[in-house]
């Protein structure tokens, strides 16, 4: 475009020439000039502003510092930034570590084993003679063996219950809360042996042992066999501290979350108790020991299971002296019983007035596992390979680094 203009110009000004007959030189001028220079008349005010507004169009779109002007245009020079030009603000520091912290959930060691590597190794240890299993279930009773029951508290109702009545409700699980479980072994005889417990056993612990003095049996040992005896444990009871049932069902659309507290009967009322028991009957079995007469460690290794056995009916219904807002139900068009499809919610956060029972009671059950085991030392050869290593806390690695800074 700017090529036509110029030619278009050129053949004017030769037409003009031609036609005055007038030698003097050919003067061509070309658009771009009176556009681009600020040689502009003062009298030509439009094409001043002009040069100006460019200018100042040409000064906020360069933005470098570094600039030569030429009247209306101006033209960067590519200069390199200093660093307090180029840099973004940002705290001074090249000094950073990760935040590393310790997973939740882990694997054991798990020792790799080649017979290529490994050789004779003479060590003492405990050997296993004998070991029997016992798996056995009670439900709990209050202390001292009392009859337990539960005294119920309703903590939450999503939804609308009958005003009048009593609704069945739908329970759908039903958590366990408890602070400890203290496993007491009940009075142990092998045979007429000598047992003595080995004390040094916290609450907590599972795997309980004596140390037991048998008889020497001539008859079994000339034969190189082992004798077999009774084993008998009575009186093993489980207590376990704070236990709370956490009931959660379902009246049609209402959600329903009530407690249970263990409780025993005093003067026809329920008084909670802090710990509820599980009495075991007689543990009674065959057990394999050494025949020669040497002592041996018998070991009670205790697992436990907790659970609920199914809870068929329980009813929810609201006291006499219930004054939670009527009206509110009303207000949206809902019939208030447990069973109807509407989902309202009544406004009311005291559910003492609410009444939950279960008639047929709530069976807690404890499963138990209990392992005895007939250990005696000995010193044995076992192959091994003895290149095993724990795993290295290595503390430098997780806290602390060492760069070398090009030493």
Avoid: W, Y
């Avoid at 070309?30 to 507004?53: F, I, P, S, Y």
């Avoid at 066999?225 to 084993?231: A, E, H, S, W």
């Avoid at 447990?338 to 404890?366: A, K, Y």
């Amino acid at each position: 475009m700017q090529d036509l203009r110029k030619n278009k110009r050129r053949v004017n000004n030769e037409q003009m020439s031609m036609t005055n007959n007038i030698s003097e030189p050919e003067v061509t001028l070309e658009l771009d000039d009176l556009e681009r220079g600020c040689k502009c008349d003062d009298n030509r005010v439009g094409q001043t502003n002009k040069c100006h507004d460019k200018h100042d169009k040409c000064h906020d779109k360069c933005e470098c510092k570094n600039k030569e002007e030429f009247e209306c245009e101006c033209h960067c020079k590519p200069v390199k930034c200093t660093d307090n030009e180029c840099e973004s603000c940002k705290v001074v520091s090249d000094v950073c570590v990760p935040n590393t912290c310790r997973e939740e959930c882990c694997n054991g060691i798990s020792p790799t084993f080649s017979t290529r590597d490994a050789r004779p190794v003479a060590i003492e240890a405990n050997r296993i003679f004998d070991s029997i299993q016992f798996r056995v279930f009670t439900d709990a009773t209050g202390p001292n063996g009392e009859p337990l029951f539960f005294d119920f508290e309703v903590i939450e109702v999503r939804g609308n219950i009958p005003n009048r009545g009593t609704a069945r409700v739908t329970v759908d699980e039903v958590c366990m809360n408890f602070s400890s479980i203290e496993i007491m072994p009940g009075d142990v005889t092998v045979d007429d042996f000598d047992v003595t417990p080995i004390e040094n056993n916290s609450s907590c612990d599972t795997v309980f042992e004596s140390i037991v003095c048998p008889i020497r049996n001539a008859r079994c040992c000339a034969q190189n066999r082992g004798q077999n005896v009774l084993f008998r444990e009575r009186g093993l009871t489980v207590r376990i501290e704070d236990l709370v049932l956490e009931v959660r069902g379902h009246c049609g659309r209402t959600r329903i979350v009530a407690l249970a507290f263990p409780a025993i009967k005093r003067m026809k009322k329920l008084c909670r108790v802090d710990s509820v028991e599980f009495k075991f009957n007689t543990l009674a079995s065959n057990i394999c020991t050494p025949s020669s007469g040497r002592s041996f460690t018998l070991r009670q290794d205790f697992k436990t299971n907790l659970s609920v056995d199914c809870i068929s009916n329980a009813f929810i219904s609201i006291e006499d002296n219930f004054d939670c807002d009527d009206d509110h139900n009303h207000n949206h068009g809902c019939d208030c019983d447990c069973n109807c499809d509407c989902d309202c919610d009544r406004d009311c956060d005291d559910f003492d007035d609410i009444e939950f029972t279960v008639p047929s009671g709530i069976d807690v059950i404890l499963c138990v596992e209990e392992t005895v085991s007939a250990l005696i030392g000995d010193q044995l050869v076992v192959l091994a390979d003895t290149n095993f290593a724990p795993r290295v806390v290595d503390t430098f690695a997780n806290v602390c680094r060492f760069p070398g800074c090009g030493e």
